[in-house]
């Protein structure tokens, strides 16, 4: 019942930055915390960040702690990620996901985007 679409993915060097958006809509009222989860060749889904719904809670995957920065702007029903300092291990297709629980210790709840592919070239 809620759709979410990507935004901004691409190709970027190593050191360089990246903002993926992901805006939300339906018929809902429902408040979601949102966030975004990736996935590499070969390797398993992973969290990467999240923010509940008033944006006073965020949570970061440790490999991304200190580079990457969730925020979202209600008015505009976007969530984004802001990915500074990129590393060629950051390279996976990103999937932005609501949910109704701020609670990100499994991979398979929520509604998804399509996912968005970012390259980090070395």
């Known amino acids: 019942q809620v759709q979410l679409v990507e935004s901004g993915g691409g190709l970027v060097q190593a050191g360089g930055s990246q903002r993926l958006s992901c805006a939300v809509s339906?018929?809902?009222?429902?408040?979601?915390?949102m966030g975004w989860l990736r996935q590499a060749p070969g390797k398993e889904r992973e969290f990467v960040a999240a923010?509940?719904?008033?944006?006073?809670?965020?949570l970061y995957a440790e490999s991304v702690k200190g580079r990457f920065t969730i925020s979202r702007d209600n008015a505009k029903n976007t969530v984004y990620l802001q990915m500074n300092s990129l590393k060629p291990e950051d390279t996976a297709v990103y999937y932005c996901?609501?949910?109704?629980?701020?609670?990100?210790?499994?991979?398979?709840?929520?509604?998804w985007g399509q996912g968005s592919q970012v390259t980090v070239s070395s």
């Open positions: 339906g018929r809902t009222a429902s408040k979601y915390s």
């Open positions: 996901n609501a949910r109704l629980r701020h609670n990100w210790s499994r991979t398979d709840f929520g509604s």
């Open positions: 923010i509940n719904w008033t944006g006073d809670l965020t």
